[in-house]
């Protein structure tokens, strides 16, 4: 079946330090990718997503590039601010099935 | 554009109570889920439906809780008897299927004293 592998949190930064949050997947078939971010008291957003290879998604100065090669979907941004400060969720939506595979998501707290 | 709508935002009742939890889709989408989410086991798919009929069920805890859709704008949720440990998050989701983005409510928090 699919899977998502997302790294474990929180990871802490200092406002404008470089972000990576890793994220593997597991799938059958050609999926399309996505970056959720969950804010408190809120739910989750869509915040990028990619749906073939080589693809980036992008938004707000997030960047992801959908590599099959490596079956990767790594979060980037270069300078990260406190109110980036969130939960993030990888995920995949194959056509065959309607039920996407959600990684366990990464707290990022980001400190002043 | 209105995007999904869920109620109440905060629900707190006793042990034994009935709970219903309730949510409207976006308007055009053919596909709802329910979703649970607490610390220790993270986002878990309870139910979803496609044009109002449960396809997938097998995410529901136990008899205790039960989802209806009676039309393409709204579904419920419902839990009886509830218990402390059904205390948690519910979100509900809604998409246009495939491999489209899901559009979540802001959920509802649900403890059970």
């Known amino acids: 079946g699919n899977s998502v592998t997302q790294m474990e949190g929180p990871v802490t930064l200092s406002e404008e330090a470089f972000l990576t949050i890793n994220c593997t997947y597991t799938?059958?078939?050609?999926?399309?990718l996505f970056w959720y971010v969950q804010y408190p008291g809120e739910g989750l957003q869509l915040l990028l997503k990619?749906?073939?290879?080589?693809d980036k998604g992008s938004n707000k100065g997030f960047e992801a590039t959908y590599r099959k090669e490596t079956t990767s979907f790594h979060l980037e941004k270069g300078s990260v601010q406190v109110s980036d400060s969130a939960v993030y969720f990888c995920?995949?939506?194959?056509?065959?099935?309607?039920?996407?595979?959600f990684g366990r998501g990464t707290s990022l707290i980001v400190h002043p | 554009d209105a995007g999904v709508i869920q109620s109440p935002r905060h629900e707190v009742t006793e042990m034994g109570q009935e709970v219903t939890l309730r949510c409207k889709p976006i308007?055009?989408?053919?596909?709802l889920f329910w979703y649970r989410q607490t610390m220790m086991r993270g986002l878990e798919l309870l139910i979803y439906f496609n044009n109002n009929v449960p396809i997938d069920d097998s995410g529901m805890p136990e008899d205790r809780f039960s989802a209806k859709m009676p039309n393409a704008s709204f579904s419920t949720l419902k839990i009886q008897p509830s218990e402390p440990r059904d205390s948690a998050v519910y979100f509900c989701?809604?998409?246009?299927?495939?491999?489209?983005?899901?559009?979540f409510g802001d959920g509802t928090r649900l403890s059970i004293l």
């Open positions: 990619a749906t073939k290879a080589d």
């Open positions: 799938a059958t078939g050609y999926p399309s």
């Open positions: 308007s055009g989408h053919d596909y």
């Open positions: 995920a995949l939506s194959e056509g065959g099935s309607y039920i996407p595979t």
């Open positions: 989701a809604s998409s246009s299927g495939g491999q489209q983005p899901q559009h």
